[in-house]
């Protein structure tokens, strides 16, 4: 038998010990197990240069391997790991990686002030951990998860942890994780704009839409990256039936804002309404500075007026890959929900566009803070009325510009490699976002 044990001892990575006895695990490379409590404790196991936990049938299970690496503070490192599971029900949830910031005692550190908040009174919180974020797996199931992160100022430990937890009778085996000093994140700076106009005294669709045109240039004088116009622009005013303004996409409305956004080099969204067959929508288009429709949403969430008028809602929120970024878009209705930001979110959206013809302005700053998402808002109400603005929101839901009159363009430029920290030991609360919020019916990811 102690033959057996020896020779099994000498395929483990490196000089690995394991004693049987205190089921005690450590290896040389620096990762060992941790677990909350003996009682939810999952089994740990050596597999192949892989880390792995088991969890049996017991509720609540939680355990993760660990190591600490040596950091500078003020200086950024690049992590890196890569995970297999089996039976894991919502990866997102039961798998995640933390990065805590400690200094030579093994002390949680103080985070910095983000910039914002330098000049302010008052003790700082302290750095929360960072969650590094998934991939999608690869041909052999392995996910890889990544992330760059700076060191708080006062940190010299980074404690790197791979967990499983609260997924009964499931088991994942994690790649031992690298964090090693990297160059700080390129800026990814945009100018976001959006108009303040609602057309009058037009008689057809296209009279509507030819009235953006100074809105547009006036924008690309600016040097707006992204440019935000209102919903169904080819309805409002005119007195006609949405399916007497309906067109496909792509169409004369389409073609005329693609031409534009082509002259000006400026992504463009815009609000319409779209036939598609016997059905109509009211829909969001994004069209590309080199005069192609990158994408068109269709509204999900539709009041009475719309649902009256024959429309039909879409069934998904797609998000856009751009030179900018990633772009989602809503319409108007679907901000009195919070589950259509979300999705967009979940679908990676840095920037939701938002042509709105009226909505409660408290539910635009909502819809920006609880996802972390910038949003711009276009909108048919003037400014007395207290209602919708014509705005930016940044990640804390203030408005970064918004617009004191009609006929006006208003511009926010952002940076979108500035991660942002709230008080109160929330962190990013973006990556938080991800790990921590509820597990919702048949979800998956």
């Excluded at 953006?212 to 924008?219: G, H, R, V, W």
């Amino acid at each position: 038998m102690r033959i057996i044990i020896l020779a099994f001892l000498m395929l483990l990575p490196c000089t690995a010990s394991l004693s049987l006895g205190a089921q005690k695990l450590t290896t040389m490379s620096g990762w060992q197990p941790g677990w909350p409590r003996n009682e939810i404790k999952p089994a740990f196991h050596f597999n192949r240069g892989s880390l792995g936990i088991v969890s049996d049938k017991r509720e609540g299970q939680h355990g993760w391997w660990q190591r600490s690496f040596d950091v500078v503070g003020g200086r950024h490192y690049a992590f890196e790991s890569a995970r297999k599971d089996k039976a894991v029900a919502v990866p997102r949830h039961s798998l995640p990686v933390r990065i805590l910031w400690q200094d030579a005692g093994g002390n949680a550190v103080l985070s910095d002030p983000p910039a914002h908040l330098a000049g302010e009174k008052g003790s700082l919180p302290r750095a929360e951990p960072d969650y590094p974020a998934d991939a999608d797996a690869d041909v052999n199931g392995w996910t890889r998860v990544f992330g760059v992160y700076r060191a708080p100022s006062k940190a010299t430990k980074a404690i790197v942890e791979l967990h499983l937890r609260w997924s009964p009778n499931s088991s994942v085996e994690w790649r031992p994780a690298t964090l090693v000093e990297t160059a700080p994140p390129q800026p990814r700076i945009v100018r976001l704009a959006s108009v303040h106009f609602t057309p009058r005294g037009g008689k057809t669709p296209m009279d509507n839409c030819r009235m953006y045109e100074p809105f547009i240039a006036d924008a690309a004088s600016k040097r707006a990256d992204l440019v935000v116009l209102g919903e169904t622009i080819t309805y409002v005013g005119l007195g006609k039936k949405f399916t007497e303004v309906a067109e496909p996409m792509p169409g004369p409305s389409t073609e005329y804002f693609c031409a534009l956004a082509k002259k000006h080099k400026i992504h463009i969204v815009v609000g319409l309404v779209e036939r598609d067959g016997s059905l109509l929508y009211n829909v969001a288009v994004l069209i590309g500075p080199d005069g192609r429709i990158i994408g068109v949403y269709r509204k999900v969430c539709l009041p009475r007026g719309e649902v009256d008028g024959g429309l039909t809602p879409g069934r998904s929120f797609p998000v856009f890959e751009t030179k900018l970024g990633k772009i989602g878009m809503m319409v108007c209705y679907d901000g009195f929900f919070p589950e259509p930001a979300r999705e967009l979110t979940k679908g990676g959206a840095e920037i939701i566009a938002w042509p709105v013809w009226g909505c409660n302005p408290l539910l635009a700053g909502a819809r920006a803070c609880e996802n972390h998402v910038y949003l711009v808002s276009s909108t048919f109400t003037d400014i007395s009325a207290n209602w919708t603005q014509t705005a930016i929101y940044g990640h804390d839901g203030k408005t970064l510009a918004k617009a004191e009159k009609w006929g006006s363009v208003v511009i926010a430029e952002i940076d979108l490699s500035q991660r942002h920290f709230w008080r109160n030991n929330l962190g990013d609360f973006r990556a938080e976002n991800l790990r921590s919020r509820p597990v919702i019916g048949g979800e998956k990811k």
